[in-house]
Every structure is written in structure tokens, then in C-alpha cells.
């Protein structure tokens, strides 16, 4: 990663932090423990990939940075949301998320459920304080957010997800596909294009935005599974190994390492080659695309 890469990543992740802070709830404010799971969760770490990439994407279409913070961390709240119930015994039940016990083996499982839920109704408040501009409104903005969350998208990955776990099942590439393009690539596709819209993006540039993100997002999942694989657990702040254990379909299993690089090369210059319309004003976004092609965690 460049020098300049990294400040930028890093002066980002520290604005988003500070409005989390300031905008989500203390935990002094009743009731106190929720509010205390939330924070937990929010705060134990990450990346912080899918809200820096909403930036990027307002300053690639030429927005204003502070009518692209509220949905920024909206992003954040709603991706929060989704790893606390995915980690929970019902569904991939792990004990280990960003290198720290998960939700509910702190707090417990009826506190890790609401809690969750809690983080998805903040995500909306978040995102409703978005500025309309002359071409998106505050609708808009909601209903965008709304489809990335429901059961077509990400709920709907989440379930395929479940259903595709155990010996007996032999998903086909396709059916894979299918999975991630909810589960892992709408959220990233959605934090991109709330980027675009909150700077008023024509036409052309949201969907050339649109584009980059499928793509970016389906290579971020076939790095994630290379990585489940050849790294180790203190390096990925997650349980290794885990999604051979719990029997599950991944883009290794099914293409084998080798040919799963191949691939993540392959969408990633997908994702590259929609970028080209925007030109210099996505710079940003092109770096944080070959950083996540070589990332290690």
C-alpha cells in the first residue's frame, strides 16, 4: 500500500469514527446495555471499507464530503448489523470478529439479537439526515438502502448462505455467485452508490459507479475466501478454517486457489475498466481497488 494510500485510509477511518461517536447513542443513555452492545460492536475495529468507499465515490462525482458522512456511517451501522447476527449460533456461530469475542458471547444472545436489530434502525436514522440534492431526495436515499437490506439482497445472501452449508450440498459456481452477489456485493455496490447519489452523479457516472462496485464487491469475496484458507487467525481478527469446517461452499473449494486469484485479477480489472469514465476524480477508488486485490487480512 502507498504512503499516500494509507493517510488517506486512515485520516477517513478517523472522521467516520468521530461521527459515529458523536451521532450514535451513549451508552449513559437508557437503556444502558444496549446501547453499551452497539458500541461494541461499532467500535471494535475494521476496516471501515464500506463507509471510506462512499467518500471516494462522492469525491469521484464531485460532492461534498460532509453531505456524504451521514450515509457513510449509515453503511457502516447496517454491515455492523449484519456481522453481529451472522456470528450468532443459529446462523455461522462464531466466537471471534475483528479479533474480539463476538456479541453475543459477551452480552448474550437475546442482547446480541437486539442489538442488531437496534444497529439496522440506526442505520436508517443515519441515512435520513442525508442533504437531498437536485437529483436524489431523502426517498430516494432510503429506498436504495432499503432494497440493499431486505430479503432480495442482503437478507436474501444470508439465507442462500444457510442453505448452502453441509456435506450433503455441492453448489455450482453459478449458485455461489448468486450468494455473494446479495450477501457480500450489494452492500458494497449500495455504500458506493449512496456516495454517488449524495453528490447529485448523473446518470453515466452512477452507473458506471454501479458496475465498479459488483465487481469490486465479487472480488472482495473471492480474496476473502483465498484468505480463509491461507491465513491464519490472528492475522484475519476471525476464526481460519472456518468455512471448511462449518462445510461450506467457496470459491476455493470450488475453483481451487489458483484459479480463485485468477478470477479476483479478473473482476477486479472489471471493476477497473468501469472507473475510466470518471477519469482522475477516481483515483481514490482505483487505489482502494488494488489494495483490496493484494490485502493480507
Do not use: W
Amino acid at each position: 500500500m502507498s504512503s499516500d494510500l494509507k493517510s488517506y485510509l486512515a485520516e477517513k477511518r478517523d472522521l467516520i469514527d468521530r461521527h459515529l461517536d458523536t451521532h450514535m447513542p451513549s451508552e449513559q443513555e437508557l437503556p444502558g446495555k444496549i446501547h453499551e452492545a452497539m458500541r461494541y460492536s461499532v467500535f471494535a475495529g475494521g476496516k471501515r471499507l464500506r463507509p471510506i468507499l462512499t467518500l471516494a465515490a462522492a469525491e469521484a462525482c464531485g460532492g461534498d464530503e460532509q453531505d456524504a458522512l451521514f450515509p457513510a456511517c449509515a453503511t457502516e451501522l447496517l454491515h455492523t448489523y449484519s456481522l453481529v447476527h451472522d456470528d450468532l449460533p443459529a446462523m455461522d456461530d462464531d466466537d471471534l470478529r475483528r479479533g474480539r469475542p463476538t456479541s453475543h458471547v459477551v452480552f448474550g444472545e437475546a442482547i446480541a439479537v437486539l442489538a442488531g436489530d437496534a444497529l439496522q434502525a440506526e442505520a436508517f436514522r443515519f441515512l435520513a439526515e442525508t442533504p437531498a440534492n437536485v437529483t436524489y431526495s431523502v426517498a430516494d436515499y432510503l429506498r436504495e438502502f432499503a432494497n440493499c437490506a431486505g430479503s432480495k439482497l442482503l437478507i436474501g445472501g444470508q439465507v442462500l448462505d444457510l442453505e448452502g452449508e453441509g456435506e450433503e450440498v455441492n453448489l455450482s459456481l453459478e449458485q455461489l455467485i448468486a450468494i455473494h452477489e446479495r450477501k457480500t456485493a450489494a452492500l458494497l455496490t449500495s455504500s458506493i452508490r449512496l456516495g454517488a447519489m449524495s453528490a447529485g452523479a448523473s446518470a453515466g457516472q452512477l452507473e458506471a459507479l454501479t458496475t465498479f462496485g459488483y465487481n469490486l464487491g465479487l472480488a472482495f469475496q473471492v480474496i476473502d475466501d483465498i484468505l480463509d484458507v491461507t491465513a491464519d487467525t490472528a492475522t484475519l481478527g476471525k476464526t481460519a478454517g472456518k468455512d471448511e469446517a462449518s462445510d461450506k461452499s467457496t470459491y476455493p473449494a470450488i475453483l481451487g486457489l489458483e484459479k480463485s486469484r485468477e478470477e479476483a485479477h479478473r473482476l477486479t480489472k472489471l471493476a477497473m475498466d468501469a472507473l475510466a469514465v470518471l477519469g482522475d476524480d477516481a483515483a481514490h477508488l482505483s487505489a482502494i481497488a488494488h489494495y483490496l486485490l493484494d490485502r493480507e487480512y
